[in-house]
């Protein structure tokens, strides 16, 4: 079993939908999770980055952990066409740092 | 800043041959990571430095893979020989805390061996 696991896509939604992204995870021992978005052919650049489980809300975007099931989710509001990208899940332990192989995503004008 | 920069952006080269990476981190920044991209196996972290000095280098695959950071604003990464399966997008990302601190990702050089 890999240690994150993340859906490839493509997911195509409509504009104005809201987006869910997940990853889980095998290792207890994960402590920060963030979230990449990378643009065709750039590099990823930080969208979200949280510690605790719960909810961290920015803007139209919202990252949820739950530790107890090993699980991470992203979720877009108002999708927007500029949101279609290929999104990251990473997740740091014992100073690693392991990423998803991303999802991509499409949004539909 | 110009953001971190990386050249050359398009290398193709045939199998043998040796490949260098270059990278320049934002300056200020105190730790430089050099990443490998491929749709098989996703983003790999390969190796990474603090204050120029190599912290972890178990990323990388082969000890045909070497990298340097001489100083704060220069690092390489070195292929000798280089081989097919080497193919693949190379990114160098800086941080101003380590790992879990924000990385800037510089724009990749895709790497062709023939």
């Known amino acids: 079993q890999k240690e994150v696991e993340q859906d490839p896509g493509p997911l195509s939604v409509p504009e104005g939908a809201i987006v869910s992204l997940n990853c889980t995870y095998s290792n207890s021992a994960f402590q920060y999770f963030m979230w990449y978005r990378q643009y065709s052919r750039k590099g990823p650049e930080l969208l979200m980055y949280?510690?605790?489980?719960g909810n961290k809300e920015d803007g139209r975007f919202t990252a949820q952990v739950d530790k107890s099931s090993k699980y991470i989710s992203l979720f877009i509001r108002d999708s927007q066409p500029s949101d279609s990208a290929t999104y990251l899940c990473a997740m740091n332990r014992d100073d690693k740092i392991i990423f998803g192989k991303g999802t991509r995503l499409h949004i539909l004008p | 800043d110009a953001g971190v920069i990386q050249s050359p952006r398009h290398e193709v080269t045939e199998m043998g041959q040796e490949v260098t990476l270059r990278c320049k981190p934002i300056?200020?920044?105190?730790?430089l990571f050099w990443y490998r991209q491929t749709m098989m196996r996703g983003l790999e972290l390969l190796i990474y430095?603090?204050?120029?000095?190599?912290?972890?280098d178990s990323g990388m695959p082969e000890d045909r893979f070497s990298a340097k950071m001489p100083n704060a604003s220069f690092s390489t990464l070195k292929i000798q020989p280089s081989e097919p399966r080497d193919s693949a997008v190379y990114f160098c990302?800086?941080?101003?805390?380590?790992?879990?601190?924000?990385?800037?990702f510089g724009p990749g050089t895709r790497l062709t061996v023939l």
């Open positions: 949280t510690y605790s489980s």
């Open positions: 300056s200020g920044h105190d730790y």
């Open positions: 990302a800086s941080s101003l805390a380590g790992l879990i601190n924000e990385q800037f």
């Open positions: 430095f603090n204050n120029n000095v190599p912290i972890d």
